[in-house]
Structures are given as C-alpha cells and as structure tokens.
T-cell receptor
C-alpha cells in the first residue's frame, strides 16, 4: 500500500521539550516537505528537501529542524525555541515530473 | 513571490445546488495549478490539476476547474453538491520545475441539507 505515513496522529508535550514528528514515504519521490497548518492561515512551508542529505528552509523555519538521511524519511523536530508549536503538521512528497504533492494524514501537536 | 488568493473563506450552499470556489494567483509566468480537499483532521487529497492543454480540467467527485490565464484565475466548480462535499478546499500554485507550492488560505464549504 503506497503512500505517506505520519506518526503519531496526536502528540502532547510539555512546554520546553523537543519533539520529533515522523514522516515516511514509499512513493520513491525525491522531494519531501513539511507544512504547518493553523486555522485560517492555510499551509505554511517549514522545510523542504529535494535530495538526500540536503534541505532548505521554508517560510517559517525558526524553531524547527530536519534531517534527510534516507530518501524515504524526513523527520521534523520541533524545538523548545519554537514559540507557538501547537498546530497541525503535514508532510508531503513530490518529484520531478510528478508535479503534484502527495500528503500524509498529519500529526496534531499540542504543547501545554 | 507568488501569492494565491481564495476570495471566500466560507461558502454555505444547499444540497444539490451548484457551487463555485474562487482562486486567483499572482504570477504572470507559466504555472501549474491544483485544487486539494481536506476533511477534518486529515491530510490533503488532490482533486484536480492543470499542467497544460485544455483550460477546463475535470477531477474526482464531479469537480471541475477552469484555467483563465488573462484573469489569473482557477475557479473550482461542481454542478450539484452533496453533503459529503463538506470540507476545506485549497488552491495551490507551483511555478517552474522546483516543485515548491504556494497555497491559498482555504475555503470552507458547508453543504446544508
């Protein structure tokens, strides 16, 4: 069954703790993306990676970090420096020639 | 920078009535255009896309959209909506081959029985 998996679906953390969100794809796409979604603001790009071992900051990268050690995996760490981390996080994948991006089911992070 | 404007944040419509969700983008260069649907607490699902060719594109669930280059618009339409169409709809634009997307802020479609 092909697609993008994100885990967990819901995540709760205390303020000041780092947390890592998982994203795995078996679509064999080169590019992967992390978006943040807040009510009324649409999707905002956090980080993206076009190839293994390389990634670029998106529009709202402050307080986040990523790694791309494998083509299939693109984990996102929400650090304690992120001032307002509570949000819905979406991972996507796409590739040259594929044009569209394919999305995972999302992780809802709540920090209190 | 590219921008995408979805003119209506909320659209209520009665079941079996037609609906149009509006989308305008800023770029004057060649673009690829997309509409996605999102059900509560889920990811985005592709409804349809315009890459080239015919300006009227058909997608899943009976939706269609028309690309208008002169008006830089890509409005989404459905002739008769169902309760199950209640969801958030996002318009997106990709410029060039970099595969970076720009999303609108979304339109919440509510179908009223």
């Amino acid at each position: 069954d092909g697609g993008i998996t994100q885990s967990p679906k819901y995540l709760f953390r205390k303020e000041g703790q780092n947390v890592t969100l998982s994203c795995e794809q078996n679509l064999n796409h080169d590019a992967m993306y992390w978006y943040r979604q807040d009510p009324g603001q649409g999707l905002r790009l956090i980080y993206y990676s076009q190839i293994v071992n390389d990634f670029q900051k998106g529009d709202i990268a402050e307080g986040y970090s990523v790694s791309r050690e494998k083509k299939e995996s693109f984990p996102l760490t929400v650090t304690s420096a992120q001032k307002n981390p509570t949000a819905f996080y979406l991972c996507a994948a796409g590739g040259a020639g594929a044009y569209e991006q394919y999305f995972g089911p999302g992780t809802r992070l709540t920090v209190t | 920078a590219q921008s995408v404007t979805q003119l209506d944040s909320q659209v209520p419509v009665f079941e079996e009535a037609p609906v149009e969700l509006r989308c305008n983008y800023s770029s004057s260069v060649s673009v690829y255009l997309f509409w996605y649907v999102q059900y509560p607490n889920q990811g985005l699902q592709l409804l349809l896309k315009y890459l080239s060719g015919s300006t009227l594109v058909k997608g899943i669930n009976g939706f269609e959209a028309e690309f208008n280059k002169s008006q830089t618009s890509f409005h989404l339409r459905k002739p008769s909506v169902h309760i199950s169409d209640t969801a958030e709809y996002f318009c997106a634009v990709s410029v060039g081959t970099g595969n970076q997307f720009y999303f609108g802020t979304g339109t919440s479609l509510t179908v009223i029985p």
